[in-house]
């Protein structure tokens, strides 16, 4: 890169690249020609908005605009899709039928420790069955157990959704990957 390059040479430097007219940029960007144009010719200095902008059309970090020749080229791997479809299809089916039955199990669990008291006072209200204070005792211990464990079955739960949001992030990244490529010095 040369030192005189400004930002509004990069403008329209990769503008031309990429084979956009001022007016096209212009209407892309929701400004007017004239706004390019003093932005190319440097009369203006582009908002940081503006080169936010510029940098998602133009698929290149905000950093180019301001004389760095960082440009990220995101590439697509078919194998890695390939890949992910298969490993992520085993990987489901064993999620779907241990840790997910697992966690209703055990929420489920919860939940029923939760209401079993009301259940035996219920139970000996319509004379189901008769009322018994080692029942309703057991019943209220399993109640404050499982107050005492929802805190934990909460955090051990988002804890995992984290990981399977992060699983799910890393394996879009590693089918569209973004590269930086090497500027070309000439000797």
Same mark, same amino acid.
């Given at each position: 890169m040369h030192d005189a390059e400004t930002i509004g040479k990069r403008i329209k430097k990769i503008r031309i690249k990429n084979q956009l007219t001022q007016n096209?940029?212009?209407?892309?960007?929701?400004?007017?020609?004239?706004?390019?144009?003093? &932005?190319?010719?440097?009369?203006?200095? %582009?908002?940081?908005?503006?080169?936010?902008?510029?940098?998602?059309?133009?698929?290149?970090?905000?950093?180019?605009?301001?004389?760095?020749?960082?440009?990220?080229?995101?590439k697509f791997n078919f194998f890695a899709l390939l890949g992910s479809l298969v490993f992520n299809f085993l990987f489901f089916w064993i999620v779907a039928l241990v840790v997910i039955t697992l966690f209703i199990t055990i929420w489920g669990t919860t939940a029923g420790s939760l209401l079993s008291p009301i259940i035996i006072l219920f139970q000996a209200y319509q004379g189901i069955r008769a009322f018994t204070w080692i029942r309703f005792a057991s019943t209220l211990l399993m109640?404050?157990?499982?107050?005492?464990?929802? %805190?934990?079955? &909460?955090?051990?739960?988002?804890?995992? &959704?984290?990981?399977?949001?992060?699983?799910?992030?890393y394996n879009i990244s590693s089918i569209i990957y973004e590269v930086t490529p090497q500027p070309h010095h000439k000797s």
């Open positions: 096209q940029l212009a209407e892309k960007l929701f400004v007017t020609q004239q706004t390019v144009a003093r &932005w190319e010719n440097d009369k203006h200095q %582009p908002p940081i908005t503006a080169v936010q902008d510029l940098a998602k059309l133009f698929d290149v970090d905000v950093s180019y605009f301001f004389g760095e020749d960082l440009i990220i080229v995101r109640a404050v157990v499982a107050l005492i464990l929802i %805190p934990l079955l &909460w955090m051990i739960t988002k804890y995992l &959704w984290k990981i399977l949001r992060a699983y799910y992030r």
